[in-house]
């Protein structure tokens, strides 16, 4: 019987040390969804990633950031956007930032404009925007939409 509380002593306390551990490799992934040419709105996204970034930055944990742009929103990503100052130095401080631009929208501006659109540096060019958040989805990213 002693035997038996020994060992069930021994896994708890194993147990309880673990869990920090665990906590500590925890892996976050939001997606955050940007369709309006609004700096209001482009500003509260770049919000979002950077309360979300210093609550997991506290707590010890990691989380990975997309910002992903189409249509109107895509803006956000252009090299006059009222927002690049601000995106540059969040890059800068943020390795796990990432900003994606919709391929389909760029196009139809370059289209309308009939020249090609400069994007800022930080931004990746994707096919879709809607599918790239679909896939953000179905790799386990949480979506908001400020």
């Known amino acids: 019987m ?51 970034r210093s609550y997991y930055d506290e707590k010890g944990e990691s989380v990975d950031i997309e910002i992903v742009t189409y249509g109107p929103g895509l803006k956000m990503l252009t090299a006059d956007s009222p927002v690049k100052d601000r995106i540059s130095a969040m890059s800068l401080e943020d390795e796990n930032l990432t900003f994606a631009a919709c391929g389909n929208t760029l196009a139809g501006m370059e289209k309308k404009a009939g020249k090609t659109i400069e994007l800022v540096s930080e931004a990746t060019v994707v096919p879709s925007g809607v599918v790239r958040l679909m896939e953000l989805q179905e790799q386990g990213y949480s979506y908001v939409r400020p």
């Open 2 to 52: 002693m035997k038996l509380l020994r060992a069930i002593a021994a896994a708890t306390l194993v147990a309880v040390l673990t869990v920090p551990a665990f906590a500590a490799d925890a892996q976050h992934k939001l997606a955050i969804h940007v369709d309006e040419s609004d700096e209001q709105v482009m500003n509260m996204a770049l919000n979002n990633a950077k309360n979300v």
